[in-house]
């Protein structure tokens, strides 16, 4: 027995394998490829503004635009045509206050890009970021009360964030704030208003990272004051994020994101162990700009390393990805 096994474990080795064998062609390589990137998995991200004939190009993101609703909707047209099928909100309201109202409101800025959206593209997917920071005056993602974020007064809003997401059209609602139990209290918001069929994309584990720095400028939505370090998770915490993902799925969410992706990269992995749902990676905006401006200056192939990178997320076991390369990688599957 003892020496079967260790004779076919020493003649399971070189010369007889050759590991390069299967990379001789291309034909053969293709044929051991054992991950594809596939353009329907891809989620692009808009941001919208009021007003009409707005296109402003955010300095960090090259590509990327802050666009009023019928610019975008030139965009969307073209992402359309380039194969793409599911978009991200964000919204840029004209106006903040202390209750996130342009966050809510039938009328949000939101609500009304969906609402366009779904008119003329139904089979889109619009997927609604739900956070309040981008309405609030202070830029957190909660009610501030004395210089704290309030986890429960925050969920009513939340909530109603949601319903109003779901009411305009969006096909799917993706809570980014991290309160506890947010999950939980939007399902029973949209089971009560009657979208029990509208699924729920958590930003499960979505650490307190310096990679969202250019977002802030896109979205305008940085803290006035503080971080978001009470509420956002330590960098430094897999096990936690683990635990984040659990309680999400017990509260009812349908796709666990993880965020950022390429720095966290053992947690998609081990969020694939640990469940069955589907699993989102989000390549942030700092992932993003700092490919940009490598390429930019000539540094690296921009091409292979966007499709080296969203590679290595879908073999750590994403599903989805939200990216802003989305429509650079549908020019290169194309
Ligand atoms: C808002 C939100 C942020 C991102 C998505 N939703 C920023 C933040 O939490 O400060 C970051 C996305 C990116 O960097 O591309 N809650
Ligand atoms: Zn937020």
């Not at 070189?14 to 390589?29: G, I, Q, W």
């Not at 509420?231 to 897999?238: K, L, S, T």
């Not at 490598?294 to 879908?314: P, S, Y």
Request: contains cysteine; proline residues 4%; negative net charge.
């Amino acid at each position: 027995m003892t020496t079967l096994t260790r004779q076919s474990a020493s003649s399971a080795t070189f010369p007889k394998v050759r590991l390069r064998r299967m990379r001789s062609s291309a034909t053969l390589r293709e044929l051991a490829r054992e991950t594809h990137l596939r353009l329907e998995k891809l989620i692009y991200p808009l941001f919208v503004v009021e007003g009409d004939g707005i296109k402003k190009p955010i300095g960090a993101m090259p590509g990327i635009h802050q666009q009023s609703v019928d610019e975008m909707m030139k965009e969307v047209e073209q992402a359309v045509a380039e194969g793409l099928k599911s978009l991200i909100l964000f919204g840029i309201p004209a106006e903040k206050d202390n209750q996130a109202t342009g966050a809510w409101s039938a009328d949000g800025i939101v609500q009304k890009a969906t609402r366009e959206i779904k008119k003329n593209f139904p089979q889109l997917a619009v997927v609604a970021d739900t956070c309040l920071c981008e309405y609030m005056d202070h830029g957190h993602c909660g009610i501030v009360a004395d210089g704290h974020i309030l986890n429960d007064a925050s969920l009513s809003i939340i909530a109603r964030t949601a319903v109003s997401q779901a009411e305009a059209g969006a096909d799917i609602i993706a809570p980014s704030d991290m309160m506890d139990g947010r999950v939980g209290a939007i399902r029973r918001a949209l089971d009560d208003a009657g979208f029990d069929h509208v699924p729920i994309m958590a930003y499960s584990a979505k650490f307190a990272s310096a990679l969202y720095g250019p977002f802030r400028e896109a979205a305008q939505s940085a803290p006035q004051f503080g971080d978001r370090t009470t509420y956002q998770m330590d960098p430094a915490n897999g096990r936690e994020a683990l635990r984040e993902i659990e309680q999400d799925i017990a509260e009812g969410a349908d796709i666990v994101m993880i965020k950022p992706a390429l720095p966290y990269l053992d947690l998609v992995s081990q969020a694939r162990m640990l469940t069955k749902l589907p699993i989102a990676a989000y390549n942030v905006s700092g992932e993003y700009s700092m490919v940009k401006a490598a390429a930019a200056n000539g540094w690296i192939d921009e091409k292979r390393v966007v499709l080296e990178c969203l590679t290595g997320i879908v073999r750590a076991g994403a599903d989805l990805i939200i990216t802003y390369h989305a429509r650079d990688v549908a020019g290169w599957l194309a």
